[in-house]
């Protein structure tokens, strides 16, 4: 079954206690992306990638970091997360550019940052 | 980037059709305009697209402006389970870079 996968599904943690939420797709997508979800603004882009290797900064991409070594995953890591990170999490793909193919979502991440 | 605007939320009765507006005026010529849309509790899930013509699936219909610089989701008969936010975003054929989805507009059924 063509599927985004997230892990883990629920975190709680600490200020500054690094964290990373892995995001896995079984499709051989070239273009990956994540978004965090907060109430009242919507889905917003963190990092996106194009390909292996390939990275980029979103809209909101402060306290965030990314890695593409494999076409199928596509990590989040938060080095030193705060409070203001407290947000739903997707992971999405796509094929890549020049493919007007539909994004699939992962079913989210949510984290709480004390 | 092209961005698109859309109403924060509409209401529907059950079992009529319900039409989403989007304005996206700054649309380019490679811009493909799709439409997601996000049910309680779970990640977005893709509905349609289209690039010039209108449009057909079996979720939904693409209604799209002469000059495109407007579109329409149409569902013809809305049931309770369409409720959730619908998100109209612009995707270039030629770049795959941002692809921003806004607040959209969250749809009410009555039953």
């Known amino acids: 079954e063509a599927q985004v996968t997230q892990n883990p599904r629920y975190l709680i943690t600490v200020t500054g206690k690094k964290l990373t939420v892995t995001c896995s797709q079984n499709m051989n997508h070239e273009y990956m992306s994540w978004y965090r979800q907060d109430p009242g603004l919507g889905l917003r882009q963190i990092y996106y990638?194009?390909?292996?290797?390939?990275?980029d900064k979103g809209d909101v991409p402060e306290g965030y970091k990314v890695s593409r070594k494999e076409k199928r995953n596509f990590p989040l890591i938060l080095e030193s997360p705060s409070p203001n990170q407290t947000s739903l999490y997707f992971c999405?793909?796509?094929?890549?550019?020049?493919?007007?193919?539909?994004?699939?979502f992962g079913e989210g991440s949510r984290l709480t940052v004390l | 980037d092209a961005k698109t605007t859309q109403p924060n939320s509409m209401e529907s009765n059950e079992e009529e059709p319900v039409h989403l507006p989007c304005n996206h005026s700054t649309i380019s010529g490679t811009d493909y305009i799709h439409w997601y849309r996000q049910l309680p509790s779970q990640g977005p899930e893709y509905v349609i697209h289209g690039l010039t013509s209108n449009v057909n699936n079996r979720m939904a219909s693409l209604a799209i402006a002469e000059d495109r610089k407007s579109s329409t989701l149409i569902l013809h008969r809305a049931t309770l389970r369409d409720a959730a936010v619908y998100y109209c975003?612009?995707?270039?054929?030629?770049?795959?870079?941002?692809?921003?989805f806004g607040k959209g507009t969250r749809l009410h059924i009555l039953p």
């Open positions: 999405a793909s796509s094929l890549g550019t020049t493919n007007t193919g539909e994004l699939f």
């Open positions: 975003i612009l995707r270039d054929v030629h770049r795959d870079d941002k692809i921003i």
């Open positions: 990638s194009m390909n292996v290797e390939v990275t």
